[in-house]
């Protein structure tokens, strides 16, 4: 299987705090799944945990390279750029991946928050999101329990296979 391609200094286990989600589920394709995951004004739709997003630049209402946005997550107030933004075709997998930031000083925290869709045989997909945080805010979200990244992430992808599905019907 694929993985997910990280930037210098975010690679997991030299970071504060990395989590990982991953599901896969029948019944649908990558090519399904990627219109809720690129146009990021989606996400408060299927995931309660983002809100208040805002395209800077671009013409949007999808994201693209280099776009920067923001958005609310996790009590945090996230300025963000895109970083890697591959839209899914036949034998490659989709990849979306953000550098998103908040605070300053010892508040900082820093991410890199990626997601690969891939297709897989007997029509199955498989969502991957893994994310990697710098700074104090890091330490304690790594910390607390339970995990409220680790449950957090679960629920977008949970939300994202749901509403996928919805939008199918």
Not at 46 to 75: C, I, K, W
Not at 114 to 119: H, K, T
Request: overall charge negative; proline content about 8%.
């Amino acid at each position: 299987m694929n993985e997910i391609i990280w930037p210098q200094g975010y690679l997991p286990g030299f970071t504060e705090n990395f989590v990982s989600n991953e599901i896969i589920v029948a019944g649908l394709a990558a090519a399904d799944i990627w219109p809720l995951l690129s146009h990021a004004s989606q996400w408060p739709s299927y995931y309660a945990n983002s809100a208040n997003v805002r395209l800077h630049d671009g013409p949007g209402p999808e994201l693209q390279d280099g776009m920067r946005f923001y958005f609310e997550t996790f009590g945090f107030p996230v300025e963000a750029q895109c970083t890697e933004f591959v839209p899914p075709a036949d034998g490659q997998p989709a990849r979306i991946a953000w550098h998103g930031w908040a605070g300053e000083g010892d508040t900082r925290l820093d991410v890199h928050h990626a997601w690969l869709i891939e297709d897989l045989s007997q029509g199955r997909v498989r969502i991957l999101t893994q994310e990697t945080q710098k700074g104090k805010p890091a330490v304690e979200l790594a910390l607390a329990r339970p995990n409220p990244m680790i449950n957090g992430h679960q629920d977008w992808l949970d939300g994202l296979v749901r509403a996928t599905r919805e939008a199918s019907n």
